[in-house]
């Protein structure tokens, strides 16, 4: 991101039902959190939102796609 902020995103293990558990958060250039990380279960191929980052006077809002 321009600002220097990373997004983090982890799958961390399969789930029952075709997706994954996975973590997401954005920092701050030195390390500290801007986005606090989140949980979530995402399914492969179905998008899910990590949205709160400002950016030109609006609100930028990801969507994220699991692939395998």
């Given amino acids: 991101m321009l600002n ?3 997004l983090h995103v982890t799958a961390v ?3 029952s039902e ?3 558990r996975v973590k997401a958060a ?4 030195g ?3 801007y986005l606090k990380q989140l949980e979530l279960t995402a399914k492969v191929n179905e998008p899910f939102f990590v949205a709160g980052q ?3 006077g609006g609100t930028l ?3 994220i796609t ?3």
């Fill in 4 to 6: 220097g902020r990373v």
């Fill in 18 to 20: 075709h997706g994954y």
């Fill in 61 to 63: 809002i990801l969507a």
């Fill in 54 to 56: 400002q950016f030109h």
């Fill in 13 to 15: 293990e399969p789930t």
């Fill in 31 to 33: 390390g500290n959190a």
């Fill in 26 to 29: 954005i920092t701050q250039p």
């Fill in 66 to 68: 699991l692939r395998r």
